[in-house]
């Protein structure tokens, strides 16, 4: 977990745990679930099984399932299988959603 008054730069990597992000990281985060929460923020790449956004991202995502709540800020191009949207979320960007298989 990355509190909310963590600031981390540069890359994370876990092959098998979650990353809560309450504070800020500028860099790649690789997971199997990533979280984002509202105030956090995250500035590079995020790779996961299953993604949700409550905080703001400034860059990209690829993941299996991404979930974007209503306090989300996205500035990214998305690549999901399947993407969940609150109303209210904000997302600019190139988006790719190929459905589940």
């Known amino acids: 977990m990355i509190e909310d008054d963590l600031t981390i730069?540069?890359?994370?990597?876990?092959?098998d745990g979650s990353v809560d992000v309450r504070g800020k990281v500028?860099?790649?985060i690789t997971a199997v679930a990533i979280a984002i929460q509202p105030g956090g923020s995250v500035e590079g790449r995020l790779s996961a099984s299953t993604i949700t956004i409550?905080?703001?991202?400034?860059?990209?995502?690829?993941?299996?399932?991404?979930t974007l709540a209503s306090t989300s800020s996205?500035?990214?191009?998305?690549?999901?299988?399947?993407?969940?949207?609150e109303s209210g979320a904000e997302v600019v960007g190139k988006l790719k959603v190929t459905g589940k298989r």
């Open 26 to 28: 500028a860099g790649d």
């Open 54 to 66: 409550a905080g703001q991202l400034k860059g990209s995502l690829k993941c299996d399932d991404v």
């Open 74 to 85: 996205v500035q990214a191009d998305v690549e999901a299988e399947a993407m969940t949207t």
């Open 9 to 15: 730069d540069g890359n994370i990597k876990t092959s």
